[in-house]
């Protein structure tokens, strides 16, 4: 049993490395700077060709405007939302004037176009400036190895127009000044949304605002690939904040590094990321409100649809981990303690709606851990660098992101949705906190046409409970919880949600158990690794898992089943 068991992993191992090997130089070359300069639809991203993909200098510019950087002139300023915009068009100083943003204001309406981020700051007024804060992080910036290239990337974060951040500058640490990318989210206050924009060889371009992720033609292509609702991104938001220069973990630097000349980064001015946590999530509130009292100001809600996917789907994610280093990691240590929105969606369930949960957070006991990754040949991989084990903080996984629960926030406080529906929405699959088969099945049931913000919630209701709740359904599970009472629903689903982390810390203590969940999260992170959110090898841990060994689902039990094709 064990030969064979062995015989299969190394089969594995050597169908993932052969398949993996030709995709990583695809998206290596085309995401080492970031996933937003690339102009291609979320589901066509594995087929779609494009001639910027060429281009193999780690942090080189991808061209997402549409038009090849010889078409774009030195010291212009120019158009093209992706998916909506055929060709990249020059600005017009009418479209120019309605924007009221830091750098359109600052820069572009004086002729004005820095080719560097030296440049960019230098030219900001002297209050921008002295608020300005700078973030770093590298996949690679924790550890070093023989063939590994470490690529750092840097956020700069300015107060320039308003009392709060309106302006972040994203560009690569290392090289020269005006070959690596440069992009740009600036807060328009006046209009209330994002507009991005990316520097281009000697152009520059703007990539469309917020609203425009939320569009049609233009959802899921060029910036809005990661951008997905139209705020600013931190993928790892949370503590120990993976990958990040924070007060959990410092990206370090050899005495020759020219990173430690660099007036930019010197000691003591690399701000830490756990700063950068609060300015995102203050942004993401910023637009969410802005989003909200734009689509609620009339009668009826335009696009329902728009708005109840961040409840029902998984518009994008945050990535999770434990708090400690993989590498320090004994079998004789205390268990380790998984984050919880691995099992739920406890920033939703428990924090926003207020459901009173006991239960202790399930861990993994240090030794099932440990054998269970050698099991599975965890490693980290980039090009030609290998290294088993896992990522700095174990147990990577994705979990709900904090934009599409802030969304969730934000209706049932301003009573567009109430608690009570939302909570009901959610415990439908609860189990499966991320890229659930069940909840979005429940979108059928949204109104595609505009509705009346009173009946939203009423319409969506009486769809559900009109329609054919079979057992085990996505309704019949809605229907199920709609049923308990006002008075009690809080106590009932707390009770429910108590039951099955009872269950799940019991068989996470069994070797069996630790080897469910550390698949589960391989599956999880394989689904993470479909969309352009991914951008870099590194950032989380593979295994030897084929590449066509099916996707995983947690049950309320506590153990997982694979999804069959129709779950997907």
Same mark, same amino acid.
């Given at each position: 049993m064990q030969a064979g068991f062995e015989r299969e992993v190394m089969r594995g191992r050597q169908i993932v490395e052969r398949t993996a090997m030709s995709q990583e130089r695809r998206y290596r070359q085309v995401r080492q700077a970031t996933a937003w300069t690339e102009a291609t639809a979320t589901n066509n991203r594995a087929s779609k060709e494009t001639a910027s993909e060429v281009l193999a200098e780690p942090g080189a510019p991808v061209d997402g405007c549409g038009a090849g950087p010889d078409v774009l002139k030195p010291k212009r300023l120019y158009a093209r939302v992706a998916g909506r915009d055929s060709a990249a068009r020059l600005l017009s100083d009418e479209d120019l004037a309605? !924007?009221?943003?830091?750098?359109? %204001?600052?820069?572009?309406?004086?002729? +004005? $176009?820095?080719?560097?981020?030296?440049?960019l700051l230098a030219a900001l007024p002297a209050n921008a400036t002295e608020s300005r804060r700078v973030y770093l992080v590298s996949e690679a910036g924790q550890f070093s190895a023989p063939g590994l290239q470490r690529v750092v990337r840097s956020v700069?974060?300015?107060?320039?127009?308003?009392?709060?951040?309106? !302006?972040?500058?994203?560009?690569? %640490?290392?090289?020269?000044?005006?070959? +690596? $990318?440069?992009?740009?989210?600036?807060?328009?206050?006046?209009?209330?949304?994002?507009?991005?924009?990316?520097r281009l060889q000697h152009a520059w371009v703007w990539a469309g605002n917020s609203w425009d992720s939320l569009e049609p033609g233009s959802r899921g292509m060029g910036c809005f690939d990661s951008h997905v609702n139209g705020s600013v991104v931190m993928k790892e938001l949370k503590v120990p904040w993976l990958n990040w220069?924070?007060?959990r973990a410092k990206i370090h630097f050899e005495p020759q590094d020219p990173i430690r000349s660099d007036p930019l980064y010197k000691q003591g001015h690399v701000d830490q990321a756990e700063g950068l946590e609060l300015t995102v999530k203050d942004l993401v509130r910023r637009w969410t409100e802005a989003r909200l009292a734009k689509v609620t100001s009339s009668n009826d809600i335009e696009h329902p649809r728009h708005l109840l996917r961040q409840l029902l789907t998984t518009t994008t994610v945050n990535l999770a981990s434990t708090e400690i280093a993989s590498l320090s990691?004994?079998?004789?240590?205390?268990?380790?303690?998984?984050?919880?929105?691995?099992?739920?969606?406890s920033d939703a369930l428990v924090n926003i709606l207020g459901l009173d949960i006991s239960a202790s957070r399930p861990a993994l006991p240090a030794g099932a851990y440990l054998d269970s990754r050698t099991r599975f040949g965890m490693?980290?991989?980039?090009?030609?660098?290998?290294?088993?084990?896992?990522?700095?903080?174990?147990?990577?996984?994705?979990?709900?992101?904090?934009?599409?629960?802030?969304?969730?926030g934000q209706m049932v406080s301003s009573g567009l949705i109430s608690a009570r529906f939302a909570a009901c929405c959610l415990m439908v699959d609860f189990f499966n906190p991320v890229f659930s088969s069940a909840r979005p099945q429940l979108m059928r049931h949204v109104p595609h046409l505009p509705t009346p913000k009173?009946?939203?919630?009423?319409?969506?209701?009486?769809?559900?409970?009109?329609?054919?709740?079979?057992?085990?359904?996505?309704?019949?599970?809605?229907m199920d919880c709609w049923q308990v009472s006002e008075g009690e629903w809080k106590s009932v689903f707390a009770k429910r949600l108590d039951t099955y982390l009872g269950r799940v810390a019991e068989h996470a203590l069994t070797q069996e158990g630790c080897d469910d969940y550390m698949r589960l999260a391989e599956s999880r992170r394989r689904q993470f690794r479909s969309r352009p959110l991914n951008e870099f090898s590194l950032t989380a841990p593979f295994t030897d898992t084929p590449p066509n060994a099916p996707l995983l689902a947690m049950r309320e039990d506590g153990t997982t089943t694979p999804l069959t094709p129709t779950d997907r």
């Open positions: 309605e !924007l009221e943003d830091p750098m359109a %204001a600052v820069f572009f309406r004086n002729k +004005v $176009f820095p080719l560097t981020v030296q440049d700069f974060t300015m107060r320039v127009f308003t009392r709060d951040v309106d !302006l972040l500058v994203a560009t690569q %640490a290392t090289g020269e000044p005006e070959d +690596v $990318f440069l992009q740009v989210a600036a807060w328009d206050d006046k209009a209330r949304h994002f507009n991005f924009y990316i220069h924070s007060q990691i004994d079998r004789s240590d205390p268990p380790l303690i998984v984050p919880m929105g691995f099992w739920l969606n490693h980290l991989r980039e090009g030609d660098f290998r290294q088993s084990g896992d990522a700095f903080f174990a147990f990577v996984c994705p979990e709900a992101a904090f934009e599409d629960n802030e969304v969730v009173g009946a939203l919630e009423d319409t969506i209701v009486r769809a559900i409970a009109s329609s054919d709740c079979a057992d085990d359904s996505p309704e019949k599970q809605f």
